[in-house]
């Protein structure tokens, strides 16, 4: 490769203009620790003319060399923003999963893990039109050419990659951890999990000294940086410091250690790490990272926690040129939030064999024969769940009316229920059959509201959805229901004469009602099928 990169013609111009509204919406629900794009803004901003300079420097064949000693700058060319990153990541250690949901998150299973995942991908920065030179990277265009991992835990083994539909994605920074989706099709969660490493190497350059420095100096990385680095949603606490290690004309080599207590969608979480980087000189770029990291994540509402090592190495190289992404960058608004409809996720239940588009704080938590479950989780609080049964076939010629779906929910709720709010039909544009009744009452004193579905297909599939929730949940949860009898669909073939799947399904036909998750459940052992690879812990 070429040690005087230049600009793909496509790249995006950043204007060096006010940009006050880039600062604005970084700077938004963020504290200075918060490694939100804001949180580094301040640094790039200080030291860009510095870096326009050197950058002209490293790119000029006939330049007087750098002496060995004495004290040198080391800051990223700003105007690249095209690159290759390969990644490879081992991780051993421990699942812990809650021994019993309904207790106590502090008594725990612990499952032992070990996986091996390799990613390959170009990025490609982008930012706001208005943006002032050397702001923080607010958007990404991603493209794939490998993600994959695979491992064992507790003695099952397990391998994921992506499919191919899902390989060029778009990813927004201005609040972390990573909003990752795709233009043109919908993640799963399981995708999902498997893309949003544990490293992200974006601005890499933020690891790099503020002042010009010398072989063996010493410095203090900023926390929003290593919050950054380590794709976190907040850092409370911790030191992480960098020494020079060597220095020449060609290359430094910079190493870093020290821990980090933060969150990640309000799970806490623990990192302590030691590791090395080298920026090459010629180029100017951070072009090679190796960390080990010691993490401890709590359990959430939606994942289990864990206890793991990992072992990372990241080799980062400028593109004159993509390969995978398209030539012309991809639109992307990044004045505003990502449209909702963008960031839907695919969710499946194996055991149902259903699918169905749904807001991503909806989590596949159990998935049995004969029985689904769904919730809505938002910063670890729990807004409501889903049940998912079902029903056996009708004889043909028959149908399932909107008063016999009313006597069953009258019978199963019994003295709980107090009235019905609403009824409604719709059918799906493939052709699914729902009718709905939105139910009121009371559970153990608290109101509830019970929203149930029932989705009757052409092929005469039939399934029951119940949704769940408390009265002051309601409304954020509205919507959720359309979204589902919209979305849904039946995947899997029906056996020929039914026998296994009526043998699975609800023989009754009776409505069986859930009252509201206890606040204090949390993701019960089944969340442990969920997990694809080690990558899924993040």
């Not at 499919?163 to 201005?174: A, E, F, G, I, S």
């Not at 399981?190 to 100096?217: C, F, M, N, Y």
């Not at 030191?239 to 060609?250: H, L, Q, S, T």
């Not at 729902?434 to 009452?441: D, E, P, R, S, V």
């Amino acid at each position: 490769m070429s040690s005087r990169p230049s600009l793909p013609p496509t790249s995006t111009p950043r204007a060096s203009t006010d940009g006050r509204a880039v600062t604005d919406q970084a700077v938004t629900g963020g504290a200075a620790d918060r490694p939100a794009a804001a949180s580094i803004d301040r640094r790039r901003f200080a030291i860009a003319t510095a870096a326009m300079a050197a950058a002209c420097i490293g790119r000029t064949s006939d330049a007087a060399p750098t002496p060995k000693t004495g004290q040198v700058s080391l800051v990223e060319n700003p105007d690249l923003d095209l690159f290759r990153v390969r990644l490879a990541i081992n991780v051993q250690g421990n699942v812990n999963l809650p021994s019993d949901p309904l207790v106590s998150k502090r008594s725990m299973t612990k499952l032992p893990i070990q996986s091996d995942a390799v990613f390959d991908y170009e990025e490609r920065y982008r930012w706001p039109t208005d943006a002032k030179p050397g702001s923080p990277v607010m958007g990404l265009e991603r493209y794939y050419h490998e993600a994959v991992s695979s491992g064992t835990l507790s003695k099952n083994d397990i391998s994921f990659g992506l499919r191919p539909t899902v390989r060029q994605t778009l990813v927004r920074r201005d609040m972390l951890p990573e909003t990752i989706y795709c233009g043109d099709d919908y993640l799963t969660h399981e995708e999902l999990g498997l893309i949003r490493t544990p490293v992200s190497a974006v601005q890499l350059g933020d690891l790099l000294p503020l002042t010009a420095v010398a072989k063996g100096d010493q410095y203090e990385v900023n926390r929003g940086t290593i919050g950054n680095l380590l794709n976190l949603s907040s850092v409370d606490d911790g030191k992480v410091e960098n020494k020079i290690e060597d220095i020449d004309d060609a290359i430094a080599k910079i190493t870093m250690s020290g821990k980090i207590d933060g969150s990640i969608d309000g799970v806490p979480t623990l990192v302590r790490l030691v590791g090395k980087m080298t920026f090459d000189r010629k180029q100017n770029v951070c072009n090679w990272l190796a960390l080990a990291l010691h993490e401890t994540r709590d359990i959430g509402k939606a994942e289990p926690g864990f206890d793991v090592q990992a072992k990372i190495r990241m080799i980062r190289q400028p593109m004159p040129r993509p390969a995978g992404l398209p030539a012309k960058p991809v639109a992307m608004d990044l004045t505003r939030p990502v449209p909702g409809n963008q960031t839907l996720v695919l969710l499946h239940s194996d055991a149902l064999s259903v699918t169905a588009l749904m807001d991503r704080r909806w989590r596949m938590i159990s998935d049995r024969p004969g029985a689904a479950m769904m919730r809505m989780i938002d910063q670890e609080s729990s807004m409501g769940q889903c049940n998912l049964k079902p029903l056996v076939r009708l004889p043909e010629g028959k149908t399932w009316t909107l008063a016999q779906l009313q006597q069953d929910v009258r019978r199963s709720l019994g003295d709980r229920m107090t009235r019905f709010l609403r009824d409604d039909r719709m059918t799906s544009p493939g052709g699914i059959e729902t009718m709905q009744l939105i139910a009121a009452g009371t559970v153990e004193g608290v109101e509830v509201r019970w929203i149930v579905q029932h989705h009757a297909a052409p092929s005469g599939r039939r399934l029951l959805a119940t949704f769940t929730t408390d009265a002051d949940s309601f409304d954020a949860m509205a919507g959720s229901e359309v979204q589902l009898a919209s979305t849904l669909e039946f995947v899997a073939p029906v056996p020929t004469g039914d026998a296994e799947d009526d043998a699975k399904a609800d023989q009754s036909g009776d409505v069986t009602l859930a009252a509201p998750e206890p606040a204090t459940k949390v993701a019960d052992a089944a969340a442990a099928d969920s997990l694809s690879s080690a990558s899924d812990l993040r």
